[in-house]
């Protein structure tokens, strides 16, 4: 245990020392929101995956697989495929026609403080979400090195979140990402070379001696096969939903560096999700899923279990201190793109109608920072027994339903208006939530309520919510065509400004 805490005070100490550098430039919406668009290529790619290979990553995926075999692959197949089309798509048009916040993009097209309002609740709602992700893990990771109470060290870690991001910006949360990116993929490949090392020499002998139901994929029911649809729906395309993640792309200065960004965060991706499957089947291997399960219902521990039967306390320490230092960072960016959305959005534009000073705007978001760091623990503590990769498919389901088809129809489609994107941002959101709600997640025998049979039958809602996030989308828009004041700026300006640039 000393050893576990003494490496992972020196981590928590360098991203301290980051944030005290980084403190210094960072005195201006420009520096807090975008680090003033200097980030160069390669370390705003390192940074996006810093952003998206979370908790939910790192020990959600490898739970899933170390407890349920071969199903818990699943959700280690769609990312790449996320990102490749995020790279084709709109990585560039994003970066050509935003600012600070996804609601700038938007906002490029259709202006309106309804529409503006409507971009930044859903961004909070979404960054919540995810934030509980990051909180859960860390704190049972704390709750587990320390022996403390799951509540106490949730607390200590929003404090370290609002630290970072108060006072570093987006430079100090960038900087933190990519060290963090370097540890995290570092510890995985050292846990990676350990598991051939004991099972190999090819990745495919670690899987030899296991049984078939957790190396290969096995008859689903009707509804598991639509319920593994909708998680690789969600991951699929959530990620162009994600804030935290799209807003990387305004960190740079101009869609060439967007793209460069891209590639490399791509190439990352391709590698670290090509590896989890393999350090979960080693999981299994070397603990057996009883054990794992036994330290977390969900498996949120196996990697860290692995790490101490592979390692020793030595490793198990470094792959805990790796892993607090992605939750940190993680938890830094959403706070980031969170803070943007209530000072830069609703305060700013819709509360002061765009007549808020850059000192007064940069007040309100480092003060912001405070309340989304109360809720988001608030909401953790009663998240605590959910797997990591679960909640965060959640997240991106309801991304999927809200944000995206709002920037693709801002982007591409001439006949989209404000009024769709208004029914798309509020009903995406009511249906990807309120599906939630009535899922087995939340009602029935492995749900939080139990003597009420869920309404809806899949867990993550994808399947149903992104269609009719899309279809509300455009119902709307027919509806809007009616109001000349809906159609907003003429679409050959958008359409030559999100390619080409300004």
């Known amino acids: 245990m ?15 020392g980051i944030t005290y ?57 769609a990312v790449p495929l996320a990102y490749l089309l995020v790279l084709l798509i709109i990585a560039e048009p994003l970066r050509n026609l935003g600012r600070f916040t996804l609601a700038d993009a938007v906002a490029a097209r259709f202006d309106g403080r309804g529409l503006r309002a409507a971009l930044a609740v859903t961004t909070i709602v979404i960054s919540a979400m995810y934030m ?114 799209m807003v990387r792309f305004l960190t740079v200065k101009d869609a060439r560096a967007a793209r460069k960004s891209g590639v490399v965060a791509l190439w990352i991706f391709s590698g670290f999700y090509l590896v989890l499957p393999f350090i979960g089947y080693g999981a299994i291997r070397a603990l057996g899923s009883d054990t794992i399960a036994a330290a977390h219902p969900q498996g949120n521990l196996a990697v860290v279990q692995l790490a101490g039967a592979l390692g020793g306390p030595a490793l198990e320490a470094v792959i805990i201190g790796i892993t607090l230092a992605t939750i940190l960072a993680v938890l830094a960016g959403v706070a980031i ?56 498919n959640v997240a991106f389901a309801v991304a999927a339903s809200t ?36 899922s087995p997640n939340i009602l029935g025998p492995t749900g939080l309520i139990h003597g009420i049979d869920p309404l809806f039958p899949l867990t993550i809602p994808a399947l149903v919510s992104v269609p009719a996030g899309f279809l509300l989308a455009y119902v709307g828009s027919l509806v809007g065509r009616s109001r000349p004041e809906a159609a907003g700026t003429d679409f050959t300006d958008i359409e030559r400004l999100a390619l080409l640039g300004r």
């Not at 390192?46 to 407890?67: C, E, H, K, N, Q």
């Not at 403390?148 to 949360?173: D, H, P, R, S």
């Not at 959005?345 to 405070?370: F, N």
């Open 337 to 392: 793109a969170t803070s943007g959305a209530f000072a830069h959005d609703l305060y700013t534009h819709v509360i002061k109608g765009g007549k808020a000073t850059g000192e007064q705007q940069l007040k309100v978001a480092r003060l912001s920072l405070l309340g989304i760091a109360v809720v988001a623990m608030f909401l953790a503590l009663g998240a605590k027994g959910f797997n990591l990769g679960f909640l965060a």
């Open 132 to 245: 509980v992700i990051q909180f859960v893990g860390a704190g049972l990771l704390v709750q587990a090195l320390l022996g403390i109470k799951f509540w106490v060290a949730v607390v200590v870690l929003g404090m370290l979140m609002v630290v970072y991001t108060m006072f570093g910006g987006m430079l100090a949360t960038t900087w933190v990402q990519v060290l963090k990116t370097g540890l995290l993929l570092t510890g995985t490949a050292l846990i990676l070379f350990l598991v051939l090392a004991k099972y190999g020499p090819s990745p495919l002998h670690v899987v030899e001696s296991l049984p078939d139901a957790s190396t290969s994929s096995q008859p689903q029911t009707t509804t598991k096969t639509f319920d593994i649809i909708s998680q690789q729906l969600a991951l699929a395309l959530g990620v162009m939903g994600l804030p935290h993640v």
């Open 21 to 77: 550098l980084a403190a210094k430039r960072n005195t201006s919406t420009d520096s807090h929101y975008v680090a003033e668009g200097q980030v160069g290529p390669v370390g705003n790619g390192l940074a996006i995956s810093g952003d998206y290979v979370s908790a939910a990553s790192f020990l959600g995926i490898t739970g899933m697989i170390g407890i349920a075999g071969f199903s818990g692959f699943y959700y280690a197949t």
């Open 403 to 438: 944000s995206l088809p709002v920037l693709l129809l801002s982007i591409y489609w001439r006949g989209f208006n404000r009024v769709g994107a208004t029914w798309a941002l509020v009903g995406g959101l009511a249906v990807s939530l309120g599906l939630v709600a009535i």
């Open 2 to 16: 000393g050893l576990s805490v003494t490496i992972v005070v020196a981590i928590i100490g360098v991203t301290l």
